[in-house]
């Protein structure tokens, strides 16, 4: 258990974090290379597999043997050579037909590592996820924990229903739906926890995922979002 202490320094140096994503903006999986070898390209095809190309190696993924996401993650990290986390998106999340295709462009996060964010297709996936994680960048402290404060969302989705606005717990590599309620239309909706006083919680390293989702159909929006708005301490 923490010290009051060391409780107490956490809270002093809490931050509030809010991380957005609209029409095939959600990071799936972000990726970065390891080992001594260079990396020279990560493409996905969206029905097949991604390939991560090094100067000295080449490793396939393939979505029909490595069928959701979680999978996916699992065997790039077993290669030794790349290293991957989820982020907006669930670990039993299909694979196939599911993430934007075409080669990936490097970008570097908060920590100055470069990375590949392979982005989910919205109108593909049927939904829009947003992750709130003390460890969206490689290289974040461990002893972190969130807490989720209101999310905004407005998406151009078929139809409404229950259960389609969901607040999913990721603690490790088990996820638990915490919340569930009938989804808005293609209006700006918020909810707010205690008027915005209150907080969903997790333990240390703990994840949540906002997500909004369609059975049928969801459209390539330029207005679609999901908005959180949580702390980090």
């Not at 078929?158 to 999913?168: E, K, L, N, P, Y």
Request: with cysteine; aromatic share 6%; charged share 20%.
């Amino acid at each position: 258990m923490a010290s009051l202490d060391s409780v107490q320094v956490r809270a002093i140096l809490a931050s509030g974090v809010t991380r957005q994503a609209g029409t095939d903006e959600p990071i799936a999986i972000r990726i970065r290379k390891i080992g001594s070898e260079t990396a020279t390209s990560v493409t996905v095809t969206t029905d097949t597999n991604i390939v991560l190309v090094g100067s000295a190696t080449t490793d396939t993924v393939a979505f029909a043997t490595y069928t959701t996401y979680g999978s996916v993650v699992d065997q790039i990290n077993d290669t030794g050579r790349w290293e991957a986390k989820i982020l907006d998106a669930l670990r039993s999340k299909a694979s196939t037909s599911t993430l934007v295709a075409g080669a990936i462009s490097a970008g570097t996060d908060a920590n100055g590592v470069i990375v590949w964010d392979a982005t989910q297709d919205t109108s593909a996936s049927l939904q829009i996820a947003i992750c709130l994680t003390p460890r969206l960048d490689f290289n974040a402290p461990l002893g972190h924990r969130v807490k989720l404060q209101q999310v905004v969302y407005s998406v151009n989705m078929g139809t409404a229903a229950a259960d389609s606005f969901q607040i999913w717990r990721r603690r490790g590599s088990v996820e638990t739906q915490v919340f569930g309620e009938l989804s808005v239309d293609t209006t700006a909706t918020t909810l707010n926890l205690a008027l915005g006083n209150g907080t969903i919680t997790g333990k240390d390293e703990d994840e949540f995922v906002v997500l909004v989702k369609d059975a049928a159909t969801l459209a390539n929006a330029t207005s679609n979002y999901v908005r959180v708005v949580g702390i980090v301490e």
